[in-house]
T-cell receptor, first 115, second 114 residues
């Protein structure tokens, strides 16, 4: 079965500090993609970063980086220099082409940035 | 370049009624997926449409049906509404030719069933 687990329901971080949001995944397929999305209170899911299972280097997009540890099946999101606008829900997701085109989402982590 | 647009943004229905939600995909995208997001949960896959046909379906009853039009826009229909259908319904579009293509989401339609 394909599954995403996010064990941190809520996180707090001081403005300008870095924060790590945890994500573990479960699949027996060798080919898969991992994604992180941000969901502000408006409801729209905003794509942040992507990591392919065969990518040897960790993905980075501006202040976002993905700490990919394949053997541990983890794909943690690191946000550097947190800003007040980073306060939102964050979802880890996985797509496994051998199991169709759907995305499997975790339950999310609510991040609050404190001024 | 317009992103994914959904309508209506909010609606209230009563049990047993039927609802239709609409979605226009991002320009250049040919695939539309629908997700249900209950309060405090992650999105759950309902189904995906490509070339006007349902290509894949999640674990949702037949009360949930959809359609894709030649211009790639899509509708989600839910019949015989239950209280448990109250949720945020998210439409996402993508381009079929790119595996690494992320889903682009709309802001959702928030359905309340009384």
């Amino acid at each position: 079965a394909q599954k995403i687990t996010q064990t941190q329901p809520g996180m707090f971080v001081q403005e300008k500090e870095a924060v790590t949001l945890d994500c573990t995944y479960d699949t027996s397929d060798q080919s898969y993609g991992l994604f992180w999305y941000k969901q502000p209170s408006s409801g729209e899911m905003i794509f942040l970063i992507y990591q392919g299972s065969y990518d040897e280097q960790n993905a980075t997009e501006g202040r976002y980086s993905l700490n990919f540890q394949k053997a541990r099946k983890s794909a943690n999101l690191v946000i550097s220099a947190s800003q007040l606008g980073d306060s939102a829900m964050y979802f880890c997701a996985m797509r496994v082409p051998g199991h169709g085109n759907q995305f499997y989402f975790g339950t999310g982590t609510s991040l609050t940035v404190i001024p | 370049d317009a992103g994914v647009t959904q309508s209506p943004t909010h609606l209230i229905k009563t049990r047993g009624q039927q609802v239709t939600l609409r979605c226009s995909p991002k320009s250049g995208h040919d695939t539309v997926s629908w997700y249900q997001q209950a309060l405090g949960q992650g999105p759950q896959f309902i189904f995906q449409y490509y070339e006007e046909e349902e290509r894949q379906r999640g674990n949702f009853p037949d009360r949930f049906s959809g359609h894709q039009f030649p211009n790639y826009s899509s509708e989600l229909n839910v019949n015989a509404l239950l209280l448990g259908d109250s949720a945020l319904y998210l439409c996402a579009s993508s381009f079929s030719g790119v595996f690494t293509g992320e889903l682009f989401f709309g802001e959702g339609s928030r359905l309340t069933v009384l």
